[in-house]
Each structure stands twice: as structure tokens, then as C-alpha cells.
């Protein structure tokens, strides 16, 4: 089983500037199936990046992933009001097993 | 566009089994794609649950596999999951969700599940 590590657990950040978070995989990533979600309380989780780097649909493009293998990187270039929230990572392999990481919290 | 809603009692008694459908309108689950449950106990982060391929088969979280079970009802176009032998630690919000490349883009609002006598 993939365990996921996310860095750090919480971010402290003001409008307008970069956020940059981490997410480690125990086990190599194949194919690159490694998702990337937004949650905010009281919602759904929204997902963000799908296959590493593509971007879900309406998704702004201030939010850019990258990275392969097991060091993969969810950046958010000019963090707007509306991106702090808790993101977390996701990973997938082709035995259908789905697993989460704990998440990081990016705050004012 | 697809949608999903959950369903189920918001409370259920330590030891029962915890009950709960999901309803999708929009997209036909017999057409593909996975179809998936996903929790988020208070304070805690996303745990995957399980989730079946609606053109067979299923997995399910090695932690909780000995008490998961999800069914689908291609003629309600509903998904189904089981939880047998629930303690306070199932206290969640369950969401249900389709997946798309391995990531889940679609998923329903949730629902909150209490497990208490």
C-alpha cells in the first residue's frame, strides 16, 4: 500500500503570494496518477489536478502540478482569498486502491 | 452533467449497520467509470472506502474490508454502501463520488453520519 506524506501541515501565507506543497509517495507512482484537491468546510472536495499535472475543468490556472515518480508539487502561483483552504493529494493504482494524504492547511 | 446525492439515516446505534444510497442523475452508471465512497470522520482528513466499476467488479479499502460491501441498482441508477458492526469511529460525513483518470472530479454534498446509542 502507497503511503502518502504531505509537507508541510500548514502553510501561513498572505494574498498574493506563491504557495508551494508537497506530496511524497512511499512507492513509485505509475503513471502518473496523482490528484490534487481543494477543501473548504461544510463542502465537497473539489478536485483540482488529475494525472499529475492536467487541470480539472474550470479550474484557474494559478493552480499548476507537477513532478513524477514519487515527489510530486501543487503550487499556487498568486494565492487568491478564496484558496485557503486544506489540499490534499491522491493516489492511484491499477489494483483500484485510491489513497489519500493527510493533507496541508494553507492559512492567512 | 452528472450528479450525485447521498441518502441514508443520520444516526445509527454502535454494532448495526450503516445504510446508505446514492442517487446519480445525468450520466448512466452502467456506462462506465468508477463509482466511489469516500469519508472524512470529524477533524480527520479523506479515507477512500471502496468503489465498484460499474462494468463489474469491486475494491475496497484493505482497512475496513471485512465490513464494506457496495452494491449497485442499475435500474434506480443508485449505488449502495454497506457497513457492518459500526463503532463511534465510522462517525463521518460520507460523500459518493465518480472518478475520471483516477481522480474524482464528481461527488455529491455529503451526508453526516452519527454513530451513537
Known amino acids: 500500500e502507497t503511503v502518502l506524506t504531505q509537507s508541510p501541515g500548514t502553510l501561513s501565507l498572505s494574498p498574493g503570494e506563491r504557495a508551494t506543497l508537497s506530496c511524497r509517495a512511499s512507492?513509485?507512482?505509475?503513471?502518473?496518477?496523482l490528484a490534487w484537491y481543494q477543501h473548504k468546510p461544510g463542502q465537497a472536495p473539489r478536485l483540482l489536478i488529475y494525472?499529475?499535472?492536467l487541470r480539472a475543468t474550470g479550474v484557474p490556472d494559478r493552480f499548476t502540478g507537477s513532478g513524477s515518480g514519487t515527489d510530486f508539487t501543487l503550487t499556487i502561483s498568486r494565492l487568491e482569498p478564496e484558496d485557503f483552504a486544506v489540499y490534499y493529494c491522491?493516489?492511484?493504482?491499477?489494483?483500484?486502491?485510491?489513497?489519500f494524504g493527510q493533507g496541508t492547511k494553507v492559512e492567512i | 452533467q452528472v450528479q450525485l446525492q447521498e441518502s441514508g439515516p443520520g444516526l445509527v446505534k454502535p454494532s448495526e449497520t450503516l445504510s446508505l444510497n446514492c442517487n446519480v442523475s445525468?450520466?448512466?452508471?452502467?456506462?462506465?467509470?468508477?463509482w466511489g465512497w469516500i469519508r472524512q470522520p470529524p477533524g480527520k482528513g479523506l479515507e477512500w472506502i471502496g468503489s465498484?466499476?460499474?462494468?463489474?467488479?469491486?475494491s475496497y479499502n484493505p482497512s475496513l474490508e471485512s465490513r464494506v460491501s457496495i452494491s449497485v441498482d442499475m435500474s434506480k441508477n443508485q449505488f449502495s454502501l454497506k457497513l457492518t458492526s459500526v463503532t463511534a469511529a465510522d462517525t463521518a460525513v460520507y460523500f459518493c463520488?465518480?472518478?475520471?483518470?483516477?481522480?474524482?472530479?464528481?461527488w455529491g454534498q455529503g451526508i453526516v453520519v452519527t454513530v451513537s446509542s
Open positions: 491522491q493516489h492511484y493504482v491499477s489494483s483500484r486502491q485510491w489513497t
Open positions: 512507492q513509485f507512482v505509475l503513471s502518473n496518477y
Open positions: 465498484l466499476y460499474s462494468r463489474g467488479g469491486t
Open positions: 445525468g450520466f448512466s452508471i452502467s456506462s462506465g467509470y468508477f
Open positions: 494525472r499529475a499535472s
Open positions: 463520488a465518480r472518478d475520471l483518470e483516477g481522480g474524482w472530479p464528481h
